[in-house]
């Protein structure tokens, strides 16, 4: 099979454990077993905040924080991006291309999607309470409603006391 012939698979990926887990479930599943070979050509996309969007507000005072939090934003996206590199070195998966997109995760995953014609979007699931999903809305859910392709929900499995 060359390899202009095989599927694609978007990773969304953030700063949190979950989605690290998600990349690492990921690569030893559909990766790591082929060694040299992988069935899909992988794209990790993390999405990153716009100071705007993190900051919530605007009016008296909003313009000075702004640069301060996208300093912020901009360390956090490349601290996301090197972890998500140095994964994927340890696990010898050496073509994935990390890209960082801005805007919002739900929109720049369902967007990374139809950019690279993917036919697999795997996400973590952040596991959410009712309240706090119905507040902030989950990205999974969203994408799983709105991408067109297969979405795969990464679970961290919980540990049971």
């Known amino acids: 099979m060359a390899t202009s012939e ?42 990153k905040p716009t100071a705007t969007s993190a900051v919530g507000l ?19 996206a490349s601290r996301v991006v090197e972890k998500a590199k140095d994964l994927c070195i ?23 999607v139809e950019k690279h014609h993917a036919s697999v979007l795997a996400v973590g699931s952040h596991g959410y309470g009712a309240i706090k999903r119905a507040v902030l809305g989950s990205v999974s859910d969203y994408c799983s409603h709105h991408a067109h392709c297969s979405v795969m929900i990464v679970k961290k499995p919980k540990i049971k006391h």
Not at 19 to 40: C, G, K, R
Not at 98 to 104: A, F, L, R, T
Request: net charge negative.
């Open 6 to 47: 095989k599927q694609v698979m978007v990773v969304g990926i953030d700063d949190s454990e979950h989605s690290t887990y998600a990349l690492e479930w990921t690569l030893d599943h559909f990766f790591v077993p082929f060694a040299s070979n992988p069935p899909f050509k992988l794209f990790i996309v993390h999405a």
């Open 58 to 76: 605007a009016g008296p005072g909003a313009a000075e924080v702004l640069p301060y939090v996208d300093a912020d934003l901009k360390k956090i």
């Open 90 to 112: 340890s696990k010898s998966v050496h073509d994935a291309v990390v890209e960082v997109v801005e805007g919002d995760a739900r929109n720049v995953l369902c967007e990374a």
